[in-house]
């Protein structure tokens, strides 16, 4: 009965290849996130996605491409991993996405390149 | 541009209380989040401030002071497992502050 879940938990991969990373709520949310969280645990938003349609979209290179096939899953593909993209990834949900509204997070995905 | 300040590290005893504080900068404001998370884990929702003042759940309190774009959490009774990091998160682009080591000694 995990609300928020990932998978994979660990992925670790060679410089250059492509990777996709899961994530599905069962929570009924309309609004759900990809977080990245670096080694010095600075967490930072990447894509925001309500009902399907992208609503955020920070400063992130190309190479990460999310995808929303419903509403209750929002996956995330890198291509070409590099070194820097090495951190934990941390899937989120809320209700409407309204400021007052609490996120649910994922366990994250812990991403390592070689 | 937008940015939240927060302690990077707070030591404590456990049963006593501490505080963090945040301040923010952003454009478009509506309130102020904190976040606990556990080493290994995910982040975990705390609290959510609005309007000013001080907003209690249990042990754990937030404050809020709009016009000096600041706030607190405050922990009291302090126990060994409150030993996490803390962030602070404003909701305009969902911007997080880059968290406080809470440290606790027996």
């Known amino acids: 009965d995990t609300a928020v879940s990932q998978t994979p938990k660990y992925l670790v991969t060679q410089m250059g290849n492509d990777k996709s990373i899961k994530c599905e709520q069962n929570l009924g949310h309309d609004t759900m996130y990809w977080y990245k969280q670096d080694s010095k645990k600075f967490l930072k938003i990447m894509f925001s996605?309500?009902?399907?349609?992208?609503?955020i979209n920070e400063t992130v290179p190309n190479r990460f491409s999310p995808k929303s096939p419903d509403k209750a899953h929002l996956n995330l593909h890198i291509n070409s991993l590099e070194l820097g993209d090495s951190a934990v990834y941390f899937c989120?949900?809320?209700?409407?996405?309204?400021?007052?509204?609490?996120?649910?997070f994922g366990d994250g995905t812990r991403l390592s390149i070689l | 541009g937008q940015s939240l300040e927060q302690p990077s590290e707070v030591t404590a005893v456990e049963g006593a209380i501490v505080q963090i504080n945040c301040t923010y900068q952003?454009?478009?404001?509506?309130?102020l989040s904190w976040y606990q998370q556990h080493d290994g884990g995910a982040p975990t929702f705390l609290s959510y401030?609005?309007?000013?003042g001080l907003e209690e759940t249990g042990r754990f309190s937030s404050f809020l002071s709009r016009s000096d774009s600041y706030g607190y959490l405050l922990l009291q009774e302090l126990q060994m497992k409150d030993s996490a990091s803390y962030f602070c998160a404003v909701d305009d682009k969902i911007i997080f502050g880059k968290g406080t080591r809470l440290h606790i000694l027996p």
């Open positions: 952003t454009s478009g404001f509506y309130g």
């Open positions: 989120a949900s809320s209700p409407q996405g309204r400021p007052d509204q609490p996120q649910h």
């Open positions: 401030n609005a309007l000013d």
């Open positions: 996605y309500n009902n399907k349609e992208l609503i």
